[in-house]
């Protein structure tokens, strides 16, 4: 059965993309009778290789192979960041790092008049729950979860407390909730750190927070929900220096002739990646499955972090670059999307696509406006088959180690090193492992798109950048 007639028996029109009527999501004239739930479902510091859906060999995923296998897997989709903070802001936001409040790893919160994808939902009737890391505000703050949309929240507000997997607290809303283990905080300038190492390490965060996932839904499944269950695994402790890839066990690698690192590494992933199963499972005991909208995706790169060495199981796939790199390897993720009924199983799609899409994408499935003057265009008719808008430009910008700034225009891809003053541009039509720098071969696209960087970023007080001259 072709595309076109698999979308005429699931009830849509392939020329039809998704239609907004009333608060109700009409797909190609069908009327659903309810809001499709939707879970996204976030690792963190996962490679574009470590799937086996994406090319992976070693590291099991079966569940989430099966995901791609019953939905589709999509080979050009970007974070919004290439490390953690800025990423998830461009998750919530749909802005990306030319416009959003934060644009590097850095105590900046959420304001009240930064909208997010939670504050849209909740007004759409959607319960809404995040279990895992937020990273957008710290306690008392204008950015906690539960004052930007979340009914329900549950494990860490920090990203230097999500380094720890056996923390002594987490929160719950507004409340610390303390656990069993026993952490020494280092200290620095008088100032105890949120960071550190277990000694007993007895109460395992991720754990928690994939059980506490479970029970929002099983709490919530009776009206439409948004479940953003925001894993921390595989990103390392780096405070735990080579032990950093804290896990309870190995699992089927203990008996591997691997570096340690690598079995805590690849051990994080399979048990990620059976607690994901779990979810699928819960769905359809509860006859949800086939009205929710699931999604799947990583917030950067791999790390080379608590030992792990992310060339020993080639995590950045094909792909130049890991975590903080503006190359592909570093911002350029793993996306699977579910929706049976919805999506055509076992599809793959090169529609390029980013972070700051997801906020439009949720907006229309829920049946809501979107903000407007966000960066993103919903990716919904490249689900269901209908007329997908497309991006002229991507655009990223990170501060750490000097400014880059990294560019996406159809086939081609630009980097700029700002302190260092040079550019390279690259075809990945031809070169998806960017190895070979054509800017000199190019100069009429180099100047295009330093033409596009003149107006690609508002001024930060936080994020202050040299203006483009060139």
């Known amino acids: 059965m072709d595309r076109r007639a698999f979308l005429k028996t699931a009830g849509f029109a392939a020329a039809a993309g998704a239609l907004n009527l009333g608060g109700c999501v009409v797909l190609g004239g069908r009327r659903s009778a309810r809001k499709p739930n939707i879970v996204f479902l976030f690792a963190d510091d996962l490679g574009y290789g470590d799937l086996g859906c994406y090319g992976q060999k070693r590291i099991k995923t079966p569940n989430l192979d099966r995901m791609a296998a019953e939905g589709m897997r999509f080979t050009q ?72 949309g979340f009914d329900y929240f549950y ?25 069993r283990n026993i952490v020494d905080h280092p200290v620095k300038n008088g100032v105890a750190s949120l960071s550190g190492v277990s000694s007993n390490k007895l109460d395992y965060s991720h754990d928690l927070i994939a059980e506490e996932g479970l029970n929002f839904i099983r709490q919530n499944y ?9 894993m921390t695994i595989p990103h390392a402790n780096n405070e735990a220096g080579k032990a950093g890839m804290e896990v309870p066990d190995y699992g089927i690698y203990k008996g591997t002739d691997w570096p340690e690192p690598q079995k805590g590494h690849a051990a994080m992933i399979t048990r990620m990646d059976g607690d994901i199963g779990r979810v699928f499972a819960l769905l359809k005991e509860l006859g949800i ?13 791999p790390h080379r972090e608590g030992g792990n060495d992310p060339d020993f199981n080639h995590s950045s796939g094909p792909l130049r670059g890991i975590k903080r790199d503006l ?13 049976p ?18 906020m439009p994408t949720a907006c229309e499935a829920a049946g809501v406006k979107a903000p407007e003057d966000i960066d993103g ?8 088959g209908g007329r997908q808008k497309q991006h002229k430009f991507l655009y990223w910008e990170f501060h750490e180690r000097g400014s880059k700034q990294g ?32 800017a000199d071969k190019h100069p009429e696209i180099v100047q295009t798109i330093m033409d596009y960087l003149k107006t690609a970023r508002t001024s930060s007080e936080h994020w202050p950048l040299p203006e483009v001259n060139a």
């Open 77 to 148: 989709h970007y974070a919004g960041s290439t490390v953690c903070a800025p990423s998830r802001c461009v998750l919530m936001t749909g802005l990306h790092t030319g416009h959003a409040i934060v644009r590097g790893n850095a105590l900046v919160p959420l304001r009240p008049e930064d909208v997010t994808v939670a504050e849209r939902l909740k007004a759409a009737g959607y319960a809404t729950g995040l279990c895992g890391k937020w990273g957008l505000g710290e306690a008392g703050s204008t950015g906690i979860p539960n004052r930007k």
């Open 155 to 179: 494990g860490y507000l920090s990203q230097v407390h999500a380094h720890n997997y056996y923390p002594d607290f987490l929160w719950r809303n507004e409340d610390k909730v303390a656990l």
């Open 222 to 230: 009776q009206r439409p929900f948004f479940l953003y269950l925001s």
């Open 289 to 301: 499955d086939e009205s929710t909208l699931v999604i799947f995706t990583s917030d950067n790169g």
């Open 327 to 339: 190359y592909e390897g570093g911002i350029r993720v793993p996306m699977i999307v579910r929706w």
């Open 341 to 358: 009924g919805r999506i055509a199983a076992g599809n793959e799609s090169d529609h390029v696509s980013a972070f700051w899409d997801f």
């Open 377 to 384: 265009i919903s990716y919904l008719p490249a689900l269901v």
């Open 407 to 438: 560019v996406r225009m159809g086939p081609w891809k630009l980097v700029r090193f700002v302190n260092a003053g040079k550019v390279e541009l690259y075809n990945l039509d031809e070169d998806l492992g960017e190895t070979t720098d054509v």
